[in-house]
C-alpha cells in the first residue's frame, strides 16, 4: 500500500510524544511500566484546569454511523449509511491543545443502478489530528478537531474491482463526560472530505458517534 508509511506516522508519532511525556518519566522502570502508568491518577496532570481531562492521555473506542447521502444518487435500492468504527488515542501538547490519532471504518455501503450492475465502497483510515478543548466543568469538557485522513476504498463498479488510497482533510466537534474515576463516555460528529476515488457519485462522508474513554486522570 503506497501510504503505509504514513500510517505508522499517524499513529507513532503520538507514542512517540506520549512514552517521552514528563509526567511519567520519573517513575518509570520499563515499557511496560510506563504503559500501566499511563491511566494512574499523577498530582501534577490533575493540578491542570481543575482536573477536566483538557490535559491527559487517553484511548477509546466509539461505535456510530456513517452518512453519505448523494452515493445513492444514480442508484437503486441503496444504503445512505453504513454502520462504523473507531479506535483512538491521544496526548496533551500543552493546556487544552491535544494530539490524537486513530483508526477509523467506515463500514460498507452499496445499491444497484438502473441497468442492474452494483456500486460498492468498503472505506477506511488512519487519522492524525489537533484538539482544542473547552472545559465546561470538572466533568465536562467539549472540543473541535481538525486534521489528516489517510484512507484506503475497496471499490467494486458493474464487473471491476479496485482498491484505492489516497488522503484528505477532516474536522469535527464533540464532548466527553467523565463518569467516575479515569472512565468516561465521549459523542462526536465528524466530517471527511474526498474518500474514495472519483467514481463514486458523493466521496463526503459524515461520521456520527458515541462511546467510551479512558484518561489519565
Given at each position: 500500500m503506497k501510504t503505509t508509511r504514513q500510517h505508522w506516522a499517524a499513529w507513532l508519532v503520538p507514542a512517540a510524544v506520549l512514552l517521552s511525556n514528563p509526567i511519567y518519566a520519573a517513575d518509570t522502570t520499563s515499557p511496560f511500566d510506563s504503559l500501566?502508568?499511563?491511566?494512574?491518577p499523577s498530582p501534577q496532570s490533575k493540578?491542570?484546569?481543575s482536573g477536566s481531562r483538557a490535559n491527559a492521555n487517553y484511548i477509546g473506542a466509539n461505535i456510530g454511523s456513517a452518512n453519505t447521502e448523494g452515493f445513492c444518487t444514480q442508484l437503486e435500492n441503496c444504503e445512505t449509511s453504513s454502520n462504523a468504527w473507531k479506535l483512538y488515542a491521544g496526548v496533551p501538547l500543552q493546556n487544552g491543545l491535544l494530539l490524537d490519532g486513530a483508526y477509523v471504518n467506515f463500514g460498507e455501503q452499496q445499491g444497484k443502478a438502473t441497468n442492474g450492475s452494483t456500486?460498492?465502497?468498503q472505506r477506511?483510515?488512519?487519522t492524525?489530528?489537533?484538539v482544542v478543548t473547552l472545559p465546561m466543568s470538572d466533568s465536562l469538557h467539549l472540543y473541535g478537531k481538525g486534521g489528516m485522513l489517510w484512507w484506503t476504498s475497496e471499490e467494486s463498479h458493474s464487473n471491476s474491482h479496485q482498491a484505492v488510497d489516497g488522503k484528505s482533510t477532516f474536522y469535527g466537534i464533540g464532548a466527553d463526560y467523565r463518569l467516575n474515576g479515569n472512565l468516561g463516555v465521549r459523542a462526536e460528529w465528524e466530517h471527511y472530505s474526498d474518500v474514495g476515488s472519483e467514481q463514486l457519485s458523493d466521496r463526503n462522508i459524515n461520521l456520527l458517534s458515541v462511546g467510551v474513554s479512558m484518561s489519565s486522570l
Open positions: 500501566l502508568g499511563l491511566f494512574k493540578a491542570t484546569l456500486t460498492k465502497a477506511s483510515g488512519y492524525a489530528a489537533g
